[in-house]
């Protein structure tokens, strides 16, 4: 410091008078009116950094890594701009925490960032630092947004600790070696950082699927827990039986979470030894003459990831029961219960103690979505105009919308179309939510004339909020001159709640003008 003691003594007087205020102040050092101490710091300010001696000068950087990609047309890149930057068009309106008729473009950068990465681009370079902020302040946007930056992002992570998530996000900032030259995997397999050896198995499995266990195995037991969990996780991509020896092998590992995954992972292949050894014990609980959950958790049980203390509120043996069926594959049911189908099945009356069909049900539900059946989905399911509660599986909205995800494209969004119809759109949030994006033909009619009985009723209007946030988004951008009628403010009906008919104009302006901007969007990154 160039200032000295004297200075540095002048500056924690400053700092006193400060923390106990002036009037309070005793004995030497500054006092008078609060005016006078700012003109103090701001004199005392300026001397301390013009005493602060200057660093040697550092090494330059290498340069960025070529991103071979290109960048997007200009127009695009400009709305890039304005995305990350978060401001909505003229014309909002506003206050009261009302949210105006102009479309809310932070809303709209994730599908900006998921067009971009279809049509191969890079971020342009300019914009990779607001990129990489966008990114640390929302996680949704990581795995996309680190895409878009690729490696000129992962080289300016390595500079500003502010960044460090896209170095454990990524490849480490670095190349994947060739997968096909054993040496260079091997090496960067024992040698790399964690994010490097999570892409590099990715990279591996991606290649050859079996290949991935067989790295995974030469450093298996050097592991740690945590670690080994989460390779353990990216083997669900490429599942197959090939999988199986490994998997069989960790259902002995010291790690619980470790065990369980295994199983889960086993589970998910009907023909796999566990699916065998977990069928053979479903099936000796439950037939045709009714339901016997299992007495005890033995063993074997147990090394099969069967957990034995239930949650609070659980019964033990329904518990068991629940997990034995939930592992054990579908396909054994049929010869079970005499050739019948999965719909002929869920429907039989079940003789049994109370709590215990809505657990076999519950457990064949999470069987359907963990062994994609889309039959047993479809018998789960029942028809979509059915009463959420007479549903033949659940009635659950949540576990409906991952028994949705199991059917084809088209038929999951014709199901919640007529769900829609039936039901109106306040039950509809969470199946919405698992249809593709845009929602077109049957689905997105079927939601904007529901938007439109609920104007015309005088609904609530507010309680539509999440909806209409999830419309602007989701909806195909070609539903805009349908909605264009909805956007004049109507007569409110005489019980209709204060200020609706407003509310609902607004909204429907701001559903329009959010169409037309994404329309607007993918017209631009369309290549010249």
């Known amino acids: 410091m160039g200032e000295g003691d004297?200075?540095?003594?002048?500056?924690?007087?400053?700092?006193?008078?400060?923390?106990?205020?002036?009037?309070?102040?005793?004995?030497?050092?500054?006092?008078?009116?609060?005016?006078?101490?700012?003109?103090?710091?701001?004199?005392?300010?300026v001397r301390r950094r013009a005493g602060l001696r200057p660093a040697g000068a550092r090494p330059r950087p290498e340069p960025a890594p070529r991103d071979?990609?290109?960048?997007?047309?200009?127009?695009?890149?400009?709305?890039?701009?304005?995305?990350?930057?978060?401001?909505?068009?003229?014309?909002s309106g506003g206050g009261g925490g009302r949210r105006g008729s102009a479309p809310d473009l932070t809303e709209l950068l994730p599908q900006w960032l998921a067009a971009a990465a279809r049509h191969g681009y890079r971020a342009p370079a300019a914009l990779v630092p607001a990129l990489l902020d966008a990114a640390r302040a929302?996680?949704?946007?990581?795995?996309?947004?680190?895409?878009?930056?690729g490696t000129r992002g992962l080289w300016l992570a390595r500079m500003n600790p502010d960044w460090r998530f896209a170095?454990?996000?990524?490849?480490?900032?670095?190349e994947l070696p060739d997968v096909t030259d054993p040496s260079a995997v091997e090496r960067l397999w024992e040698e790399g950082l964690f994010a490097e050896r999570v892409a590099l198995l990715g990279a591996v499995r991606a290649h050859e699927p079996a290949a991935a266990p067989r790295l995974l195995a030469t450093t298996w037991g050097s592991e740690r827990a945590e670690d080994r969990l989460m390779f353990l996780d990216s083997l669900r991509v490429g599942l197959s039986l090939e999988d199986e020896p490994f998997l069989e092998a960790a259902l002995g590992d010291r790690s619980r979470n470790v065990r369980a995954t295994a199983a889960e992972l086993l589970s998910a292949l009907p023909q796999s030894a566990l699916a065998?050894?977990?069928?053979?014990?479903?099936?000796?609980?439950?037939?045709?003459?009714?339901?016997?959950?299992?007495a005890e958790c033995d063993g074997g049980m147990l090394r099969d990831g069967v957990v034995k203390r239930p949650p609070a509120g659980r019964g033990e043996r329904a518990w068991w029961l629940g997990q034995l069926v939930e592992a054990a594959p579908l396909s054994c049911w049929r010869e079970r219960f005499g050739g019948l189908g999965p719909a002929e099945i869920v429907a039989l009356p079940v003789a049994t103690a109370e709590g215990w069909t809505e657990e076999l049900h519950a457990a064949w539900c999470r069987a359907a979505v963990r062994q994609r059946d889309p039959d047993w989905s479809r018998a789960l399911l029942g028809p979509a105009s059915a009463p959420p509660a007479a549903?033949?599986?659940?009635?659950?909205?949540?576990?409906?919308?991952?028994?949705?995800?199991?059917?084809?494209?088209?038929?999951?969004?014709?199901?919640?179309?007529e769900f829609v119809?039936?039901?109106?759109?306040?039950e509809a949030f969470q199946l919405l939510g698992v249809c593709v994006v845009p929602w077109a033909g049957a689905l997105g009619r079927a939601v904007v004339d529901a938007l439109d009985i609920a104007r015309e009723a005088g609904s609530y209007p507010w309680s539509f909020s999440g909806v209409m946030g999830l419309a602007e988004?989701?909806?195909d951008p070609s539903e805009a001159g349908r909605l264009e009628a909805l956007t004049a403010a109507a007569e409110e009906p005489p019980d209709a709640s204060p200020g609706a008919a407003a509310y609902w104009a607004e909204a429907f302006q701001r559903l329009v003008a959010t169409l037309r901007l994404r329309a607007a969007m993918l017209s631009e990154l369309a290549p010249a």
Not at 141 to 148: E, T
Not at 397 to 408: C, V
Request: with cysteine; hydrophobic share 40%.
């Open 138 to 149: 929302r996680t949704d946007l990581r795995p996309q947004a680190l895409a878009l930056a």
């Open 276 to 294: 065998g050894r977990m069928a053979e014990r479903a099936l000796a609980c439950v037939g045709p003459e009714g339901v016997a959950p299992p």
């Open 421 to 426: 119809r039936a039901h109106g759109l306040s």
């Open 6 to 45: 004297e200075g540095y003594g002048e500056w924690q007087e400053l700092v006193g008078a400060a923390l106990l205020g002036t009037d309070r102040r005793r004995g030497g050092g500054p006092a008078g009116s609060p005016e006078a101490l700012l003109d103090a710091a701001a004199v005392h300010t």
């Open 391 to 417: 549903g033949p599986g659940t009635a659950s909205l949540a576990e409906r919308a991952k028994l949705l995800e199991t059917l084809p494209d088209g038929e999951r969004a014709e199901w919640v179309a």
């Open 68 to 91: 071979p990609r290109p960048a997007p047309p200009e127009a695009a890149g400009r709305r890039l701009a304005q995305l990350l930057a978060g401001r909505t068009g003229a014309g």
């Open 167 to 174: 170095l454990r996000g990524g490849a480490g900032g670095g």
């Open 473 to 475: 988004r989701c909806l």
